[in-house]
């Protein structure tokens, strides 16, 4: 994209070579794609009659795409889906923890406190339909840096996947590219916790949470997870 910046087209499509399965039929109450010249010759076509500045290539459901988010924890699952949309689900956390590889890589974009972030909305796949404008209204600076990121942590993928709506239909500016540098789970996981301190399957928030601190200086734990700590403390103590 940064080599072709001055020649876009009106717009530029991000689609697997693979068929994906988030596009197939893995939601039954959602209108899918069985292939991706589907995805194409439908998007492209409602694209290009509503002139839509972005569209993520997702299933749909009364015209809204459906989209996930990565668990911050395993924990209390029914409680933690109590007012979720209609349209958002939700990936089990796992060792990875993509819940704070996302948060990670967005300070390093974007800058703020990652302990401030919620959880990250994103199209598995990192699939789009994105209008020529949103494109340019970064610098190609940022597109090039981003394809720097990747060839040097090719981990930093997955972070960046997460962030796809936030850099092509967000006008929230990017840190100067100068200043970015390798996410903090670079260049795996097992590197920055070769002995599974932090990082551990089945995974254990609050055992993460302590890794995260010391890179960010905030208690990375959502008010819900920090409640049921305090919950726990109390049933061990006797308070409750």
Known sequence: MSNNYDVLATYTMFLQADHHWFVDGWNKDAHSFKSNAKAVDELVTLALKTNAPFLPVSPYIDAHPLLFVDRESNVDMQAQDANKGPYIFKFEAGYSDCFNQARDTFRVLFGGSPC??????????FQYLVRREN????????????????????????????????????SRATLDPDVWHLPNYCPSMRAVDPHMEFFTDPPDAWKSARFWQSKWGCNPLSPFLQSRKRRLLDVMTGTR
């Open 116 to 125: 401030e972030l919620p959880e990250v909305v994103f199209v598995p796949g």
């Open 135 to 170: 494109v340019l209204a970064r610098p190609q600076e940022v597109w090039a840096s981003l394809g720097d990121m990747i060839i040097a942590c090719e981990l930093s993928l997955y972070g960046l996947e997460r962030l796809g709506i936030e850099l092509f239909n967000s």
